[in-house]
């Protein structure tokens, strides 16, 4: 891969990121919490009472991280569970062992092998559909077609991403799935099959900015270095 790709997918892929983060630590919090009332009621909660510790670099961390309701240490009051992202995975690791760092690990792999092929498929499509042949997209193009590349393939990854979200939280107080078919299983049968697609809508909302952001970065970085 050129050096100029590979810069270009690195700047546009963390501004995407930086983004997107907010509207990640809602989702999770309403895939994994029966205590929201939606989307807003779970935001202002979060804003009011929390504050986000989104340093992790693994995605376990992350969303244990998202998940801590307990506010920053205040005198007389509680201390949160985890310090950091070090601390955090210290726990994790102290706690559940070498193979907690690694819980959801296989959903993860389920949920990213076929949507990455939905994303890049879907902007390429929508990008030939929408540019006169031989010319470059234009920047109104790259954001439609980044954005609906972003949605289309979070729409296929939710239910995926609902079970993996999940199985990153057991263990944090006791084990509640045996592994990833359980987890599917149990979900279904206690909240109905309408769990799959929890945060579908916070998780459409974040795409479509973040994505049409992120390609539209990218493609103005390649151009740039020409």
């Known amino acids: 891969m050129p050096v100029e790709e590979f810069v270009a997918g690195w700047i546009s892929g963390a501004l995407g990121l930086v983004l997107g983060h907010p509207f990640d630590t809602v989702k999770v919090r309403l895939q994994t919490q029966t205590t929201y009332q939606g989307i807003v009621d779970c935001m202002v909660k979060i804003y009011r009472h929390e504050s986000a510790y989104v340093l992790a670099p693994f995605d376990l961390i992350k969303v244990r991280l998202q998940n801590q309701a307990e506010p920053k240490a205040q ?10 992202p070090m601390h955090c995975a210290a726990s994790i690791f102290q706690k559940e062992g070498p193979r907690g760092l690694f819980r959801g690990a296989w959903a993860l792999t389920l949920r990213d092998t076929p949507t990455v092929g939905i994303y890049f498929v879907t902007y390429e499509v929508l990008c030939r559909q929408c540019t006169p042949e031989g010319q ?21 990854a939710t239910p ?3 079970i993996k979200s999940r199985m990153q939280m057991d263990g944090l107080k006791r084990r509640a799935y045996q ?9 279904v049968r206690q909240e109905g099959l309408g ?30 270095w020409g």
Do not use: H, K, Q
Request: charged share 10%.
């Open 75 to 84: 005198l007389g009051g509680p201390p949160p569970r985890y310090r950091g």
């Open 136 to 156: 470059n997209p234009s920047s109104a193009t790259v954001l439609v077609a980044g954005g609906f590349a972003g949605i289309t393939s979070w729409v296929a």
């Open 160 to 162: 995926l991403d609902v």
């Open 179 to 187: 592994g990833l078919l359980d987890c599917m299983v149990s979900s």
């Open 195 to 224: 769990v799959f697609f929890r945060g579908v809508t916070i998780n459409s909302a974040r795409a479509f900015p973040v994505n049409a952001v992120t390609f539209l970065s990218y493609e103005y970085l390649l151009r740039w």
